[in-house]
């Protein structure tokens, strides 16, 4: 006699642990946003739309990520703060991401404006696990 539960459909859970690939794809969406929005330090801030809704406000040299979105399915809140004047420029905050991964982001990030492309050094802290920016950003491009 074989004893069923009802259901056999198996539904898979929204991922909500740390994952290599998913925080490369993380800092991947994080370096479009950044990217469209750091030419708006210079201009006095504004805001870029989420291809996914949402936006980046960018005021002063802080990026503050409102329901920013740039698939319609992971959704980023937070703040992250850019210092211009250390060398290299470091990138520091909290994101809390929604809806595909819920996870909290740590932020302590360098970047090399002076190398071609730019490069990112520092760490990402996931759920407490910490990944090195500099292998996520090689992992990335290769």
Do not use: R, W
């Not at 190398?115 to 992992?139: I, K, R, S």
Request: net charge negative.
């Amino acid at each position: 006699m074989v004893a069923g539960c009802g259901d056999d459909a198996k539904q898979e859970p929204a991922p909500t642990a740390p994952d290599f690939t998913a925080n490369q794809v993380l800092l991947a969406e994080m370096e479009v946003a950044l990217g469209k929005s750091v030419a708006l330090i210079f201009t006095g801030g504004g805001s870029v739309p989420g291809p996914g809704g949402g936006q980046v406000l960018v005021e002063g040299t802080s990026f503050i990520f409102q329901q920013y979105s740039p698939d319609g399915e992971l959704v980023i809140d937070g703040q992250l703060d850019l210092n211009v004047l250390a060398s290299p420029v470091t990138l520091k905050g909290t994101i809390q991401l929604a809806g595909s991964m819920e996870l909290e982001v740590l932020v302590d990030m360098t970047i090399n404006i002076l190398d071609e492309p730019m490069t990112y050094g520092g760490t990402l802290t996931v759920d407490g696990e910490v990944f090195d920016v500099a292998e996520l950003q090689q992992e990335t491009s290769s």
